[in-house]
Antibody, heavy 121, light 106 residues
Framework: EVQLVESGGGLVQPGGSLRLSCVASGFSLISYSMNWVRQAPGKGLEWVSYISSSGRTIYYADSVKGRFTISRDIAKNSLYLQMNSLRDEDTAVYYC??????????????WGQGTLVTVSS | IQLTQSPSSLSASVGDRVTITCRASQDISHYLAWCQQKPGKAPKLLIYAASILHGGVPSRFSGSGSGTDFTLTISSLQPEDFATYYC?????????FGQGTKLEIK
């Protein structure tokens, strides 16, 4: 059974940093691309970042480019999101999501439960 | 690519047939998915490739469309269907979402 468990959220001051983790089980990260998606309180879904199954292709939303870094540890089967220079508008629940099948146009079949990041002074 | 969903909210009764539309700002072929989100929960995939039902999703859900215009139809609303629905384009990154349609009980 596929499971994704996020952690690392919390309260951080503007300008601060936080690292989110997503531990995957039931599949290997070397076989599937992964994404981070966020949802601000009471708002819709916003894609944040993508890493391919090979790890060689990475994308970021313009809103986080230069501040956030996606990475993974194959040995730990874990996905990460390093978030620096955090802003109030980064406050959101952050989800990791797994592609359903190994293809560039695959939908996301599995999501974690989310971890809340609050940026506030 | 921008996705525009309509309506933004919808009130309906159990047993009703409802349709939600999603319009893309450019041709995305059939690379569109629909997901359902309930309060405090992660989204769940319902339909992908515009019309393919994800495993375990009840057959009262259906999707159609291609190019720029897509629809999600629920043939007979059940109490557990009251939620927010999002369309998402999978044609190319960034994988954008529609703004969501909140389906409420009348």
């Amino acid at each position: 059974e596929v499971q994704l468990v996020e952690s690392g959220g919390g309260l951080v001051q503007p300008g601060g940093s936080l690292r989110l983790s997503c531990v995957a089980s039931g599949f290997s990260l070397i076989s599937y691309s992964m994404n981070w998606v966020r949802q601000a309180p009471g708002k819709g879904l916003e894609w944040v970042s993508y890493i391919s199954s090979s790890g060689r292709t990475i994308y970021y939303a313009d809103s986080v480019k230069g501040r956030f870094t996606i990475s993974r540890d194959i040995a730990k089967n874990s996905l990460y999101l390093q978030m620096n220079s955090l802003r109030d508008e980064d406050t959101a629940v952050y989800y990791c999501a797994k592609e359903f099948y190994g293809s560039g146009t695959s939908p996301w079949g599995s999501w974690g439960q989310g971890t809340l990041v609050t940026v506030s002074s | 690519i921008q996705l525009t969903q309509s309506p933004s909210s919808l009130s309906a009764s159990v047993g009703d047939r409802v349709t939600i539309t999603c319009r893309a700002s450019q041709d995305i072929s059939h690379y569109l998915a629909w997901c359902q989100q309930k309060p405090g929960k992660a989204p769940k995939l319902l339909i992908y490739a515009a019309s393919i039902l994800h495993g375990g999703v009840p057959s009262r859900f259906s999707g159609s469309g291609s190019g720029t215009d897509f629809t999600l139809t629920i043939s007979s609303l059940q109490p557990e269907d009251f939620a927010t629905y999002y369309c998402q384009q999978l044609n190319n990154y960034p994988y954008t979402f529609g703004q969501g349609t909140k389906l409420e009980i009348k």
